[in-house]
């Protein structure tokens, strides 16, 4: 995920109640971003590319899991499209 969402929904409201500003959430969040995704970057997609599914059963179908990614794909992006249009928190 790209981790939006969980900054907004953690800086929301200290921000609001005007115990930092909004510079310094932005700051705050920019650093801690950074540092997950380059020291946490590579276990994560290592952990989707590896321990989530055994590609290797679709060796001969590939076109079964083309079909099955894009439905998860779609699936996901109507989610949280559906979601943020009715104002219901998401994580992405």
């Not at 894009?70 to 992405?92: G, R």
Request: hydrophobic share 50%.
């Amino acid at each position: 995920g790209i981790g939006a969402n969980d900054v907004a929904n953690f800086f929301g409201t200290p921000v609001g109640a005007k115990a930092i500003t909004l510079k310094k959430a932005m700051i705050i969040a920019f650093i801690f971003e950074f540092i997950g995704a380059f020291v946490l970057g590579s276990t994560v997609t290592n952990t989707i590319r590896k321990k989530i599914t055994d590609f290797s059963f679709y060796d001969s179908e590939a076109d079964i899991l083309l079909l099955g990614m894009f439905s998860s794909l779609t699936a996901a992006s109507l989610w949280v499209y559906l979601a943020t249009k009715y104002s219901l928190p998401v994580s992405t």
